[in-house]
């Protein structure tokens, strides 16, 4: 028999593991989650840095949504999605008020099936909606991002040690360079590498030309990729050149919707629309899975037509738009609302990062530290001058020494190859000054058993 396979722990295929190294472990349980903290089996207590995986807005155990979600299992657990629940219809109108245009819900359960449903929607918006003769069909995306697994996300994610091996994912995807200021060209400034990215990208659609695109869709802000802030004159210059050239806009806001870049979604840090949104991860902070495409009212009107035309949106999720979810996702939100996570998520991110800056900045470890609102990425080198990102020994210690002093962090891991070099800092938006000093405590040690 295998030995190394005899020796796994369980029974468990977890995502993104190698799994030989956990032959003859136990990796720990988590049996517990209480406001930022997660307590394993032993009884050690965690503050959870990254907010599961950048959802668990409103932090752990509320009881609340429990009790929500319990009331509505009793009183209806289920309806096929071709029917209207209470719920359902609810909260796509709630959605529709918090993002404050005229809008149209789908719901499905994944940020990965909402990126999904987006292209589909803007291919065959072109088809019934285009100039004659046109054949709009390609999707852009960027390098660095990530849009999700399934094969058309897939393709439309920018990251290479994520499609090795799988591809070729959905055809019609590729991919421009993002900005990326901390290693930008030493001659431009900040806003001029911005407007040469935005000169690269109308290149790029003249190249391929413009009448075979359908789509752009971009975070507001590369979120798991990075966490890269792009120059202020960069999303406004893409809905500029989007409109130029009669692209769609989607804006996927999967990670930075519903407070977690100090605004309640990451656009309004630019002021700048998209024709269509994709958000799941906050929107019920991770108590129920759902995820949803928002088409704005010019799009969806677009589907509008006689039943045999066949102009009607024609997908449908078993587990889209579930009574539950959406219970829960209806009082998630209202709980941001309510206690201003979003504010706190502003004060909270802008503390963090001084705090950092001034006690950290200089460190030879740390080439930037950036982000917006409970979003912060720490690009780390092993020499500032080169930029030499920072090796995976050295992180890989770095984090465990984080874990071991009681904060559970993370990085861009396997994402591009050899630039999985940037922490990731994002606790749940309730996180008080007192928790941010104790991940900041925590990333001191860390950072001292990295140097040697
Ligand atoms: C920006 C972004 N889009 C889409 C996805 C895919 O979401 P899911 O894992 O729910 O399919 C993710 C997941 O991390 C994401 O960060």
């Known amino acids: ?67 929500v979600a319990a009331k509505q299992m009793t009183d209806l657990a289920y309806l096929a999605p071709l029917m209207s629940s209470e719920p359902t219809v609810a909260f796509a109108d709630k ?8 809008a149209h819900v789908y719901f499905s359960v994944s940020g ?43 393709a439309a994610t920018g990251q290479a040690e994520r499609k090795m091996g799988y591809e070729p994912g959905a055809v019609g995807f590729l991919h421009v360079l993002p900005p990326y200021p901390y290693r930008r060209h030493e001659k431009l400034t ?27 869709i971009m975070e507001p802000m590369i979120t798991g990729g990075g966490v890269m802030v792009p120059p202020d004159c960069y999303v406004p210059g893409v809905r500029k050149l989007c409109d130029k050239y009669g692209i769609l806009l989607i804006f996927d806001e999967v990670v930075s919707g519903f407070g977690r870049t100090g605004k309640m979604f990451g656009h309004q840090h630019w002021n700048t629309e998209a024709d269509i949104y994709t958000f799941a991860k906050g929107l019920a902070s991770g108590y129920m899975p759902i995820a949803a495409t928002v088409a704005k009212s010019h799009i ?51 503390y963090f990062r001084k705090v950092m800056q001034e006690e950290l900045g200089d460190h030879p470890l740390i080439g930037e530290i950036r982000g917006h609102g ?63 000093d104790q991940i900041i405590g925590a990333l001191k040690k860390g950072f001292a058993a990295a140097l040697g």
């Open 1 to 67: 028999m295998n030995t190394t396979l005899s020796n796994m722990p369980d029974h468990l295929w977890r995502p993104i593991t190698q799994h030989s190294m956990l032959a003859g472990t136990q990796p720990r349980k988590m049996v517990k989650g209480e406001g930022v903290y997660l307590t394993d089996s032993d009884g050690n207590k965690f503050i959870d840095g990254l907010s599961g995986l950048w959802c668990v807005n409103v932090g752990y155990g509320r009881k609340e949504l429990a009790e």
């Open 95 to 102: 959605l529709q008020k918090m993002l404050g245009f005229e």
């Open 112 to 154: 990965s099936e909402a990126n999904e449903t987006a292209f589909k929607i803007a291919r065959q918006y072109h088809l019934q909606n285009g100039k004659q003769g046109e054949n709009r069909y390609k999707i852009i995306s960027r390098y660095r991002a990530y849009h999700g697994n399934t094969l058309g996300a897939m």
């Open 190 to 216: 900040v806003e001029e590498h911005g407007q040469e990215m935005l000169h690269v990208l109308e290149e790029t659609i003249i190249h391929e030309g413009a009448q075979t695109v359908a789509a752009m």
């Open 300 to 350: 969806f009107e677009g589907f509008l037509g006689k039943p045999n035309e066949l102009k009607h949106f024609r997908q449908i999720n078993t587990f889209g738009g579930h009574t539950v979810a959406t219970a829960v996702a209806m009082r998630n939100v209202q709980i941001v609302e309510e206690e201003d996570l979003t504010g706190n998520s502003d004060r909270m991110g802008r």
């Open 374 to 436: 409970l979003l912060t990425g720490i690009e780390t080198v092993s020499d500032r001058a080169a930029k030499t990102p920072l090796d995976d020994a050295r992180l890989n210690l770095l984090l465990g020494t984080c874990a071991q002093n009681g904060v559970i962090l993370g990085r861009n891991s396997n994402t591009i190859p050899g630039r999985c070099n940037v922490l990731l800092v994002a606790p749940p938006l309730i996180a008080t000054q007192a928790h941010n």
